[in-house]
């Protein structure tokens, strides 16, 4: 009888430590957002209001700011121009939830002035979704089939996951810059105490480790596959 493990794959250690490290990430995002979610701002805003507070002060008037389900599934839509705060975050008068939608807004001043890496990271949304669609079945089928087209399969598929990896790194400046935009903003507005925006600060700290942790297991799944198809690629 053959037993699995002993064919098993010492490059999914690359993938384990990718996992463990967004693991960490997200853990260290929802204790701290679970903290601070339980610390109400002096103002006594909720995350609704002080977003459109702070839209109005950065002379945006075409953005709406809507409701939508889910934990901290909050995210700016540049295609309709509508800031969405989730269940945690919309009707929230907690400094985490204020700095989150703060956070958001930072996107929304982004598409504002035409921020270059968030104009960047909408062009390659398409691109990376069809790379990563498309990168391991051309990796499987180049490492399955014996042909002088392996290579090229490889290759291709290498190629594909790279657009992925790359968007994952482009978000990072995008996710900095709104964070960075947001602490700034609150602080100068008046929304929240010093102490208050301090706290805020280390929630999107935490909220931007979880980007770095998924940027870092993008390329380690990309080490993976450069060393599992080195031989191949060469041929």
């Given at each position: 009888?053959?037993y ?6 010492p490059?999914?250690f ?5 996992v463990i490290?967004?693991l960490?990430?997200s853990a ?8 601070y ?6 103002t006594g805003?909720t995350?609704r209001?002080?977003?459109e507070?702070?839209?109005r002060?950065?002379?945006?008037y075409d953005?709406k ?8 599934t909050d995210?700016?839509?540049p295609?309709?121009k509508?800031?969405r705060l989730?269940?945690a975050?919309y009707?929230?008068?907690s400094?985490?939830a204020i700095?989150?939608?703060a956070h958001?807004?930072?996107h929304?001043?982004?598409h504002?002035?035409?921020?270059a890496?968030?104009?960047?990271r909408?062009?390659l949304?398409p691109v990376a ?6 990168a ?9 089939i014996?042909?002088?087209?392996s ?8 190629i594909?996951?790279?657009l992925?990896v790359l968007?994952q790194l ?5 996710e900095?810059n709104?964070?960075?935009r947001?602490v700034r903003l609150?602080g ?13 600060k280390?929630?999107l700290?935490?909220a ?8 870092a ?6 080490l ?11 041929d």
């Open positions: 009888m053959i699995p493990m002993m064919y098993f794959d490059t999914y690359l993938v384990i430590i990718g490290i967004c960490i990430a260290k995002m929802n204790a701290t957002f679970n903290k979610s339980r610390v109400r701002s002096h805003m995350g209001e002080a977003a507070h702070v839209l002060g950065a002379g945006i953005v700011v809507e409701h939508v389900s889910g934990n901290l995210h700016y839509d295609r309709s509508v800031l989730s269940d975050t009707n929230s008068p400094v985490a700095g989150v939608a958001e807004c930072g929304a001043i982004q504002a002035e035409g921020y890496p968030l104009t960047l909408g062009a949304v979704n069809f790379g990563s669609a498309i391991w079945p051309l990796i499987l089928i180049g490492l399955l014996n042909s002088s087209s290579a090229l399969l490889l290759n291709l598929g290498i594909a996951f790279s992925a968007f482009i978000t990072l400046p995008v900095f709104a964070s960075r947001a609150l100068s507005t008046g929304l929240l105490y010093e102490s208050e925006v301090a706290d805020t280390k929630v700290t935490a931007a480790l979880t980007y770095v942790a998924g940027a297991s993008a390329i380690l799944q990309l993976r596959i450069l060393v599992l198809t080195g031989g191949r690629r060469s």
